[in-house]
């Protein structure tokens, strides 16, 4: 499974491509607008440090000015990849950018009806919801395991981007689930890393190391 860096913070995409882990990035008005400087540059900032796809929404509702603004952002580098919202006018946009070669991610996607029409209008990724079907008392990762069914019955190449992660387990469900990418705040990609025992673990090491080091560097 891919793994994305949902946020539009330089610093925190530069640690984690550090890392060699970082696959992609997500983006979105909000995450953007939390950053200094204008939009056009924080977005190829981004993609001159990230080697993949890099998500910038419109913030545009009707299909010809979605068109438009997908167009001029693609313009900006080659790994950008176009979010479009799950509506009627957004599916239109998506038939016409992605038959333009321009790569789509569908989002705010909450039914399997909604993944399966983004899917047959050319969309290069969907983007299922889950902390907030959660949210509502609906499970979330369900959602994901419908999309991949569906997608599997027909061959469709339209990858599945689990979003809206909310913490590890959120993270471990989507990958058993099958979903291509999981995108994630950089607070819940730390967490990744974390377990008490490995810590406990480390303490204990460093303990023992400690008490004969001297003896075992001849010091």
Known sequence: ??????????EDIKRVAAMGLLD???????????EEGKFKDILYNICEVVKGPVNAEVVSLKADEMIAEGRELAKLHENIVVKIPMTPDGLVATKTLSSEGIP???TLIFSPSQ????AKAGAAYVSPFL???????????????QIIAIYDNYGFSTEVLAASLRHPMHVVEAALAGADIATLPPKVFDQL???????????????????VKDRLLGQ
């Open 131 to 145: 902390g907030r079907l959660d949210d509502i008392s609906h499970v979330g990762m369900e959602l994901v395991q």
């Open 115 to 118: 993944a399966l029409l983004a």
């Open 104 to 106: 789509v991610n569908v």
């Open 193 to 211: 890393f974390k377990h008490p025992l490995t810590d406990i673990g480390i303490d204990r090491f460093l303990a023992d190391w400690n008490k």
């Open 1 to 10: 499974m891919k793994l994305f860096l949902d946020t539009a913070h330089l």
């Open 24 to 34: 992609g990035v997500t983006t979105n008005p909000t995450l953007i607008s939390r």
